[in-house]
């Protein structure tokens, strides 16, 4: 019996260091994260530049900003001879690197496949880009589409906030807003006319909308439906 009780306190013993080194490689882990975050948001990166913009608050006036910006992923389009790279900043500072979620995409840089051209898409990095794609995907494309939130403000619900649609050739050409302060896009495709074709709300208001390819003009009227102006009559 004696022997078996020192076991029990030898195994109780080896149980509590046990116990001791798994909570201290937890407690290690978690500072050399917090500390690694710390050190990667304050040590300088040859990658990383600032620069100053200025944005426009709420209330009409203009507000200088600093922001940290890097370059980001950079993608091809084929029949436009042109490369798009993607100029982001980290939505959270404290985050560690640039990743996908964590990143404001402020402005496009344009480069020619034959490196004579190389110009931003917007002159300011006031903006946050949503979206920046071909129409229809794939080699065959006839246009880029861009959504873009002008004057980003991070204080903005997303769901409030206001989208703007831009349309451009090919080669990053002929950069034209066709929309401005749209609540939401429900579909914007190129139809078999080759036309594109944008359906969208704002203001309470269905609107269908066809633009030229060719010109980025709008052909025709706009369909209008105002859904405030549609109630139902109640039937007995």
């Given amino acids: 019996m004696e022997f078996k009780s020192k076991f029990d306190k030898l195994i109780k013993i080896l149980d509590r260091i046990a116990i001791t080194i798994i909570l201290g490689t937890i407690a ?37 900003e600093e ?12 029949n436009g001879n042109l490369y798009v790279a993607h100029i982001e900043e980290k939505s959270d500072s404290y985050n560690v ?13 344009l480069i020619s496949n034959k490196g004579d051209k190389t110009h931003l898409l917007f002159d300011t990095y006031a903006n946050k880009i949503t979206t920046f794609h071909t129409l229809p995907e794939g080699d065959d494309s006839k246009i880029i589409i861009c959504y873009y939130v002008k004057n ?48 969208y ?17 709008v052909i025709n009227q706009p369909a209008i439906f105002d859904l405030k102006d549609s109630m139902l009559e109640q039937m007995n």
């Fill in 152 to 199: 980003y403000n991070s204080d903005v619900d997303e769901k409030d906030e206001k989208i703007s649609l831009m349309m451009l050739k090919p080669d990053g050409s002929q950069q034209t807003t066709i929309l401005d302060g749209i609540d939401r896009v429900l579909k914007a495709e190129i139809g078999k006319d080759n036309h594109l074709h944008v359906i």
């Fill in 28 to 64: 290690i882990s978690i500072v050399f994260v917090f500390g690694y975050a710390i050190y990667d948001h304050f040590k300088h990166k040859s990658d990383e530049i600032t620069v100053k913009t200025t944005a426009v608050q709420k209330d009409g006036k203009s507000k200088k």
């Fill in 67 to 78: 922001l940290v910006l890097k370059i980001g992923d950079v993608d091809r389009i084929l």
């Fill in 97 to 109: 690197g640039y990743r996908v979620g964590n990143t404001v995409l402020r402005n496009i840089l």
């Fill in 201 to 217: 709300f704002k203001n309470g208001k269905l609107i269908n909308a066809t633009y030229s390819t060719d010109d980025f003009k």
